[in-house]
């Protein structure tokens, strides 16, 4: 297993890592999975024995259920691992009870620290944004639960860019701890974050994250042109991530599972392999319902795809840019560092 520093931290992570919104199976998440502890453990020992160090969770999956099961899978290991949660949505009724205010920060935090069983959360999360909250409350709010020893580092998932800069802008006036890492959609799929996000985090040091990699299972060869699976999340009310071309997306399928046979590997392993070579990635995060299904992924730390099978998935998985990319992408290379031209094709 590769580790990555996680942005200009000290901190090392795991180049996957373990994903438990299928734990727990609880309202909204039932579509997701319904993943008990006996087989958590399972789960969580085979991502160990292959080197994985971060487990991600947040306080909504399953109403706090998931981060209690991985409060119990990890007795007696926790300080081998790396714990990840996150806040903002409602997690308990009233006007207060969600949003990122610090009031709804701290208690958040409490109660995140309770049902994980431990007195530390190695990275939290802000899980959006929240237009309400002045920014200045909620950087003060992250700092001063890392100054009280709550919580080590902070990030934030599903901002805009402009939102990151924003924040990190008030951490750097106010001397105020500032995001480590975001969190963010990326698959072969859904490259929209190729925009801004990642050059956003490329430039200002953001570790990157990456949740739902495989696009809710369209990536793991399940879903065939003209065939679907018997079951799988997009066979549900589940609409994350998104579709809104089916055709391009099963162009991509079909390259995926074209590149994976001829490696002998299955194709969630191409799909994950493809993003760890992106730039940024830090970490990207592998959910599953089950042992059988994480291991089908954890190859992927091991996959070094050649520069002729990039290139073939890039191609078929590219979407036009939008402006002003397609202009810089004419008028101003010469002023791109490696990684912006990588970004822009």
Known sequence: MEYRQLGRSGLRVSALSLGTMTFGGLGDFSSVGATGVAEARRILDRCVEAGVNLVDTADIYSNGVSEEIVGEIVKGRRHELLIATKCRFPSEPGANGAGSSRHHIVRSVEASLSRLGTDYIDLFQLHGWDGQTPLEETMAALDALVKAGKVRYVGCSNYSAWHIMKALAVSERLGLERFASQQIYWSLIGRDAEVELVPAALDQGLGILVWSPLAGGLLTGKYRRGSKPSEGRHLTDWDEPPIYDEGKVYDVIDAVVQVAEARGV????????????????????????????????LGAAGLELSAEELDRLGEVSASPLPYPLWHQAKTVRDRLSAADRVLLG
């Open 266 to 297: 299955p194709p969630a392993q191409v799909a994950l392999a493809w993003l760890l070579s992106r730039p940024g990635v830090t970490s990207v995060i592998v959910g599953a319902r089950d042992e059988t299904q994480v291991k089908g992924t």
